[in-house]
């Protein structure tokens, strides 16, 4: 028998020279950074007058009821935009990320061409896409619906794939010894497994498409964001005072409701 | 030395059937990484209606042997024959989903799928049928399946449970509910990876005694492993035990002496 080594783990001894070189370097760019874009006190001593004048010309919000009707009308179809888009990105991410997912995919290797493509449409801003989508589709709400469709791939393609790439390995290899091929096991073993996860991410994709149909209209692809434009653009503050708060209450509403949703699944 | 006179004296002892085996192996060889093999030459036979244990320590490549044998890892070497068709690294998709189609396959543990009520779970052994898209739901699949289903569960006296969630089921009737899925297409081969092994020696050994009934009944070849040695010599007809990727020795489970399972299990 050979002589026995035990290794006493190393404590910690210290910054390395090269560590410590990097740590400075930090160092100066975060500096040299916040002198370039940070506010100075200056800046914002001169700003503040501005901005308290500002929301004086916000007070009190507009409540008139035909400017009321107007906005409803928007926020009506923000969550048309928000729903229908969320939809249509989820039932398309389910396909899209099975072709995705790691040892699942039924691409094989070929499953790095479509995480790329999920990469691709995360990485791009959703209000990039909303001028594409404008620029390509026109001014109006199909626009926006598109932008969250993609939007929507981009987050749930990504979070489904990786679910099924977790999930438990027995089952699917259970299943496939009794002879089931890629889509039985995917049906069959998988979807159930991940079913709470995919909830999960769902309610998220909906939070997040609200959140986003609502600035859409600042590009032109509908909702309510499109009144907000106008209203800065003609300097009706206290429209857009009314705007914000409604878009506050309504994201606000969206949250409670999917947290509610998301415990009872649990 | 040991292994070669045990050999060629099993071969000359065993009486053989004069239809062609549903399990022939020569020269079978497995390696994961190219470097290792973990099966090194395996020469096996099984006829129809027998009951194999086959035995040998953990790691010896008794899972992997299974596994090999209908197709779900590719063999790395020799011929493997599977109900008179040849199983290879050659062998189409078409192929090897047509054999498992013939075999029930049951886990040591974890194989059902939990968030499904246990008579989905037996309906799901029926995948790979025509029109099996609908087998993920028992309340999908068409009636003929589900009355199928309740028939194979009733066989393992689970009936009762059968719209219970199969994780709020105890470990042994996991692995009867298991059972009855690999039973439920009523299959020419059972192939059993360690049934047993996760369960108590109580559970352990009425799921023994499920099988090996069962298999009598309707005529089915059984295949497992086990490393419990009273599992191997109670239920089989036949052990072969496997050493280092290789058959140490073949014969009937009655002449197999506590000096054999020494030798298989001691390092
Ligand atoms: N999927 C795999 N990839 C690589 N090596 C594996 C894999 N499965 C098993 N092995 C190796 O093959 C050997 C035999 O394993 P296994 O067949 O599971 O043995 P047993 O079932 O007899 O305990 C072990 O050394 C194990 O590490
Ligand atoms: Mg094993």
Known sequence: MAERTIHMPKRFTGVSPLNFVLLVALGGVILTSMGKVAPSPQQLADGVPDMTRLVGRMLPPNTDPDFLARIARRILETFQIALVGALIGIVLSLPIAWFAARSVSPLGRGNLLAKAFVSFLRTVPDLVWALLFVASIGLGAVAGTMTIVVDTIGFCGRFFAEAMEDAEKEPQEALSAIGAGRGSILVGAILPDIMPSLVNSSLFALEKAVRSSVVLGLVGAGGIGQELKVAFDLFQYRNASMIILTIFVIVFLMEVCTDKLRARIQ | ?267
């Not at chain 2, 020569?26 to 190219?34: A, E, N």
Request: with cysteine.
């Open chain 2, 1 to 267: 030395m040991l292994d070669h006179a045990t050999n060629t004296q099993t071969a000359d002892t065993t009486e053989q059937p004069q239809a062609a085996p549903l399990i022939m192996a020569c020269g079978l060889t497995k390696s994961y990484d190219r470097r290792n093999m973990v099966l090194d030459g395996i020469d096996l036979r099984i006829w129809a209606g027998e009951r194999v244990a086959l035995i040998g320590s953990n790691g010896c490549g008794k899972s992997t042997l299974l596994k090999s044998l209908i197709g779900l890892h590719p063999i790395s070497g020799g011929t493997l024959e599977c109900f008179g068709n040849p199983v290879g690294a050659q062998s189409s998709r078409a192929q090897r989903l047509q054999m498992r189609r013939q075999t029930g396959f049951v886990f040591q543990k974890h194989c059902l799928v939990r968030r499904r009520t246990v008579l989905s779970n037996v309906i799901h052994g029926l995948y790979g049928d025509r029109g099996s898209w609908r087998a993920f739901s028992h309340s999908l699949a068409p009636e003929e399946w589900r009355a199928r289903g309740l028939q194979a569960l009733d066989e393992v006296d689970l009936a009762d449970k059968a719209m219970r969630r199969a994780d709020a089921l105890s470990g042994g009737q996991q692995q009867r509910v298991a059972i009855a899925r690999a039973l439920v297409r009523r299959p020419q081969l059972l192939i059993a990876d360690e049934p047993a092994a996760s369960l108590d020696p109580v559970s352990g050994r009425n799921v023994m005694n499920l099988f090996s009934q069962l298999c009598r009944a309707h005529g089915i070849t059984l295949l497992y492993t086990s490393h419990d040695m009273d599992h191997a010599i109670d239920y089989a007809d036949r052990v072969i035990a496997l050493k280092c990727g290789k058959v140490l020795f073949d014969r009937p489970a009655e002449k197999v002496t506590p000096a054999d399972l020494k030798v298989t299990f001691d390092g």
